[in-house]
């Protein structure tokens, strides 16, 4: 067998269809992914919180904020960076809106959701650091399941590659009429027009790995006041910066020819990794009254681990039971 033939049965083949029919109602399996990424992080991040101190049932009351807002700034920044193909030469305007068809932009998710958790942390009463603290590893997840969303759209892969891990593209059309369509066609005949690189799995793992680092950075130093947050920044800014540039797919670019989500990661991680040397404050612990009024207070005693079941952090003292 020859070692072309050997690469492409080696590959990893792309599904054949990104979207089913149940009956007339679309079932889009990018937007399953964000769905299911969201859901993943919900419950993870309340697992979190409620060890660090806080209520339960914050965590789902500033997502009802706090998702919406992200799903917007996601689709702001895609379209803002991307503006050419909606408003450019043959582009359609209504487009924007369809953000069912892909189109994310993490950093304007991640800047517009910080907004929408901050409406929804002043109205439970929670310092917003505290919080992005807690729910850090569970967005980088969520992150995580929503790059399969990529892989059902054939979309966000690299250059093309001979190494057995390549990902197949192929030709989708629509099958009634056969006039091509990338999106929502299918894949009728299953022989790959390119082999790629599959950037999305490259993130895919790498955000698994930031989750775990910082769940462990998180229990070994005791981050707070935002810390694990900025960890986690920093760690998604570096695996991006280096996926990006094996993306050759079209982009808005700067500089000449540096993509701008390069220059984006580039910049935003120099921003995290000094907050995370320069703040040196202890983890936040939230007491009783502080959890009604927002305060917070701050000591260097031993916590119990946020990832781990826990006891009542407020139970009374011997002292104040009485002999």
């Not at 399996?29 to 339960?56: K, N, T």
């Not at 250059?159 to 990902?167: A, C, I, N, S």
Request: glycine fraction near 12%; hydrophobic fraction near 50%.
């Amino acid at each position: 067998m020859s070692p072309t033939v050997t690469t492409i049965l080696a590959a990893i083949p792309s599904p054949d269809r990104g979207v089913w029919m149940l009956g007339p109602i679309p079932i889009r399996a990018y937007a399953l992914c964000i769905i299911a990424g969201i859901v993943v992080a919900v419950v993870w991040s309340e697992r979190r919180f409620v060890a660090r101190g806080g209520e339960a049932g914050v965590v789902t009351d500033v997502a009802v904020f706090a998702v919406p807002f992200g799903l917007v700034g996601g689709r702001l920044y895609h379209v803002a960076t991307d503006w050419r193909t909606y408003f450019g030469p043959g582009g359609n305007p209504i487009e924007a809106l369809y953000i069912w068809q892909g189109g994310l932009g993490i950093w304007g998710a991640v800047m517009l959701g910080a907004v929408g958790a901050w409406i929804g942390c002043r109205r439970r009463g929670v310092p917003l650091p505290f919080f992005a603290d807690a729910v850090a590893p569970g967005i980088v997840v969520a992150q995580a399941i929503g790059r399969l969303g990529n892989w059902f759209n054939q979309e966000l892969y690299g250059r093309p590659t001979d190494l057995p891990w390549g990902l197949e593209i192929y030709d989708r059309v629509d099958p009634v009429t056969g006039a091509p369509d990338p999106l929502n066609g299918v894949a009728v005949d299953l022989t790959p027009i390119a082999v790629v690189h599959p950037t999305f799995l490259y993130e895919l793992l790498w955000n698994l790995g930031v989750a775990a680092l910082v769940v462990w950075a998180d229990r070994r130093f005791r981050l707070g006041h935002g810390r694990a947050f900025a960890l986690y920044v920093a760690g998604y800014c570096a695996g991006r910066f280096w996926i990006e540039l094996m993306r050759d797919d079209p982009a808005t670019t700067v500089f000449g020819d540096v993509r701008i989500n390069t220059v984006v990661s580039a910049v935003v991680f120099v921003g995290a990794v000094l907050y995370l040397v320069l703040m040196r404050k202890p983890r936040e612990v939230l007491s009783p009254p502080a959890a009604e009024a927002g305060a917070t207070t701050t000591t260097d005693d031993a916590e119990p681990d946020a990832d781990a079941p826990q006891q009542d952090a407020h139970a009374d003292t011997p002292a104040e039971r009485g002999p």
